[in-house]
């Protein structure tokens, strides 16, 4: 095989020396392909190198570098700017001022990190530039996003026959599986709600716990259905509902269960509330962002039993299956439903033999996103979904034992990946979580749990480690004892 590496060496210093002679983006020419050949690797070095560097530095970006992004303002440019000019730009000012989630130390939110497969695969993806709409723009991407809908099925214990739609997130997957709910309670009831909107339809009644994450009260906004003209049921301790608080559930109720709070983690107890709402002949909606992925673990699959009783479920790729950004999943147990809730009508959409996601999506052109979760899964396979669910809960459980011994008080059971601390009065766990994060040794968000101010500590990359965790806890002590 001939040595490359020269050859590419000068396509690189061309592209990075003489930006003049890089041809016009609009004018593609017999040297099109070699620029944006040498344009990619150095890309992809970039982005090793970010890579490489990103456990050296802070996890929350300097006040420079945020500072510094001003270097990317300014007015629309009259003409072209050369291709590694604007790489550069991205690199040089872009990557300093991003927060470092891959380093594993970063436990806001519930972010998880991105395996490497799912990067990797991410990248194929962009070079592909697939609108996944219809099978005949791509049959690739519709055939992996049909089979990762069927092993994301598969992983979370649903009933067979489920379908879905890869989306951008939980909150999008609440409000797709929330849109066929509506639809089909609707129908149910004689009415067409694509047809004849809400205005005048038969009463639906939403139930919700109290705990209710608020991309469902955002989802059932945007769905007509009212943020506030929900039922709320009272919570325990752990945020979950209570099953001796339900209201009267009927053929008009839709109702949204939880499986994994955002602060505890913990599960709303559905084998004790979902056979009686099945009965009364309720719709069952779970939010399971990140906690159903327990379903994969034979250790902690006990908390997701009896979740498989629902209609509709909405989970996210980028949380605890560390697929990265974005990737949302709605599935819904009559993939009828959500064809009638989703589908359009336009001459030159071509309706094929096979699943045509635009039918079960809100979106019509959209990013083959199921591409990189077939990737992710085929790489990890069940078992490696029950590792990342049981190493990140034990770190949590790591860090609540250490922050416990160190004699401050842990606020939730931890019983999957979430820990909740005070640090003892509001304005002390307030500025100790402002000094963790000037710290930079990683990364935690506040919140208030049941009245009282805590820190989130949120386990959910792949590429936390011990060292990983017991860096993080001497960081947090020395924030508190400040
Ligand atoms: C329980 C729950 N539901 C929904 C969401 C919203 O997810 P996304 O940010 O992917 O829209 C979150 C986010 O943390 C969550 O924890």
């Given at each position: 095989m001939p040595n490359s590496a020269p050859v590419l060496n000068w396509l690189i210093s061309m592209a990075v020396s003489k930006p003049s002679h890089l041809p016009h983006p609009s004018a593609p020419s017999v040297s099109a392909a070699e620029a944006r050949t040498s344009l990619l690797k150095r890309a992809a070095r970039d982005a090793m190198d970010y890579l490489e560097g990103v456990d050296a530095r802070p996890v929350a970006p300097t006040a420079q570098a945020i500072a510094a992004l001003n270097a990317l303002r300014g007015p629309l440019p009259p003409g072209p700017t050369s291709a590694e000019a604007v790489l550069h730009l991205l690199h040089e000012y872009g990557s300093p001022a991003t927060v470092a989630k891959n380093n594993g130390r970063f436990f806001g939110f519930v972010n998880g990190g991105c395996l490497p497969m799912a990067l990797a695969a991410s990248w194929l993806v962009s070079a592909w530039d697939q609108n996944a709409a219809f099978f005949v723009q791509s049959p690739t991407a519709i055939t992996l996003e049909e089979i990762a809908l069927e092993w994301v099925r598969q992983m979370l214990g649903l009933p067979e026959g489920t379908g879905g739609a890869v989306v951008t997130g939980a909150t999008m997957a609440n409000f797709t599986a929330l849109a066929a709910a509506r639809h089909a309670l609707l129908a149910r009831a004689g009415w067409d709600a694509d047809a004849d909107g809400l205005f005048g339809a038969p009463p639906i009644t939403v139930v919700v716990g109290e705990e209710a994450h608020a991309s469902v009260l955002k989802a059932l906004g945007m769905l007509g259905?009212?943020?506030?003209?929900v039922v709320r049921v009272p919570v325990d301790s752990q945020g979950r509902m209570r099953a001796d608080a339900l209201p009267h559930l009927d053929a008009n109720t839709i109702l949204c269960l939880q499986?994994?709070?955002?602060?505890?983690g913990a599960f709303d107890p559905a084998s004790s509330i979902i056979p009686a709402a099945r009965a009364a002949g309720a719709w069952i909606h779970v939010d399971g962002a990140f906690g159903l992925w327990a379903a994969a673990s034979p250790e902690y699959h006990k908390w997701t039993k009896g979740f498989e009783q629902a209609d509709s479920w909405a989970t996210d790729g980028h949380k605890w299956p560390n697929i990265g950004y974005d990737c949302g999943i709605a599935m819904v147990r009559e993939p009828e439903a959500l064809r009638a809730a989703m589908s359009m009508d336009a001459a030159y959409l071509v309706q094929g033999e096979h699943r045509e996601p635009s039918y079960y999506n809100p979106e019509l052109s959209r990013r083959a996103r199921g591409v990189e979760l077939w990737a992710g899964l085929r790489s990890l396979g069940r078992s490696g979904m029950a590792e990342i669910v049981e190493r990140t809960s034990s770190h949590a459980r790591r860090f609540a034992a250490g922050l416990k011994a160190a004699g401050y008080e842990i606020l939730n059971d931890v019983v999957i990946n979430q820990v909740l601390v005070s640090f003892g009065a509001a304005e002390k766990t307030l500025a100790t979580i402002a000094r963790l994060q000037a710290d930079g040794t990683c990364w935690c968000g506040g919140t208030v749990w049941q009245g009282k101010t805590a820190m989130r500590i949120s386990v959910s990359s792949w590429a936390t480690t011990r060292e990983d965790v017991d860096r993080s806890l001497a960081a947090m002590l020395k924030a508190a004892a400040e």
């Open positions: 259905m009212g943020r506030k003209r499986a994994g709070n955002v602060n505890s």
